[in-house]
């Protein structure tokens, strides 16, 4: 019996383990295009590699992996890009499918540009991940009841709130446009 709770116990300290590695990884594989967001566009870093590795589970899911939708992003009316079908909320949803991953985070901009998302850049800082995180879910971003929790855990546990450490004088999107993109 301790020899079977050995080995249960090393497996998930492997797994978890490797799951850590996978998570670094793509920290350093997509960090600098948060921290570019932010600069440009007021949307917390430490949110956006949080919501990545969330929705993408670092980069190895069905989702990141065929269609290179590392956000999770749903079709929605008038999307005329490629699209892929995956069970979700409802048999065979449709989410966006994109030819590279830099794509998808480029679309997650112009997405939380929508109008029901526009408090988050009118009143929240872009260094405040937790009002950032309940806001996309009070916005709708997340069927998920716990979602902010978990974007909260992920941050705190991966210390992603150090990629929000930008210069003030680096984040320039004008705080009176909100999230428009030029």
Known sequence: MTRWLFCLFSWGTAF????????????????????????????????????????????????????????????????????????????????????????????????????????LFDSLSPTDYKAWAYGLKRAGYATDTLYPLRLISLIERLNLQSLDQLPQEQITLDSAKGGEIA
């Open 16 to 119: 978890a383990g490797s799951q850590d590695s996978l998570q670094k990884a793509y920290i350093q594989r997509y960090g600098d295009i948060a921290r570019q967001h932010m600069a440009l566009h007021r949307i917390p870093a430490s949110i956006t590699m949080a919501q990545a590795l969330l929705e993408s589970a670092a980069g190895t899911s069905p989702l990141a992996t065929e269609a290179n939708n590392h956000f999770g992003i749903k079709c929605g009316k008038g999307w005329v890009g490629d699209s892929i079908h995956v069970d979700d909320d409802r048999p065979q949803d449709c989410f966006r499918k994109y030819a590279h991953p830099d794509s998808s985070y480029a679309d997650r901009v112009v997405f939380l540009a929508r109008p029901r998302y526009r408090f």
